[in-house]
């Protein structure tokens, strides 16, 4: 008998996120499990929301209609809480993603979490930080649609090779270094100093809500090559090792 997969909601803020996002989005959600209910809510009427149709059908999503009742105020945030929270409670999910840019689902997500939901957050680089920490992992949703522009295109041996050496000089926040640095320091090590490339990764992920997706990379081994002479990467039998330089 199979593993039954994990049941992922996906939940999306028609009205302040690009519908274009949606097919990477579901591919990171694949991590979870099955993307079973996928909704978009908006409201329907207004012009600004008339290409969401096609992206509706094809992805399967169900639109839920909300209207502005007053002026300047927006139902769909509300809308959105009270169907997470009741999923919640009918027990028949085990993983969100909420498709917003707007902090008023930081609250959502902090009781999602609490519960032991892993929460993904997408959203655009200007989401306000108490949302983005508030998810278990919060991915921008343009890096997302930019590694998927690049992986669609052919690559030739000459233009992988230029695509490693600019990865390589990808510049590295001073913020996530330290964050890595930290992750390192409360790990497990060996005699050489070398960490556990995973363990390294879990501990950053319980601290914030870091995804190396958002820094142009696929792998978080990459990340710490990229990070120039702070880390040390090590290839070994069974996997990737970690030591700190500086």
Known sequence: MEDRLNNIALLIDADNINP?????????????????????????????????????????????????LTRGKNATDMAMTIDAIDLLYAGKVDGFGIM?????????????????ITVYGFGDGKTPEAFKTACTRFIEVDALIAASKTEDEPASPSSAESTASAASKTPVDQDVIDLLAAAWKASKRDPQGFARLGELGNIANNRSSFDVRNYGFRRLSDLFEASGDNFKVERREDGFYVKRLR
Do not use: C, M
Request: zero cysteines; glycine letters at 8%.
């Open 100 to 116: 917003s840019s707007d902090s008023d689902f930081t609250p959502l997500a902090t009781r999602l979490r609490q519960d032991g």
């Open 20 to 68: 274009i996002g949606i097919d990477p989005v579901l591919t990171v959600l694949a991590e979870l499990g099955q993307v079973n209910i996928r909704r978009a809510y908006g409201n329907w009427a207004k012009p600004a929301l008339s290409n969401w149709s096609k992206h509706t059908h094809r992805f399967g999503l169900q639109p839920v209609q909300q209207f502005d």
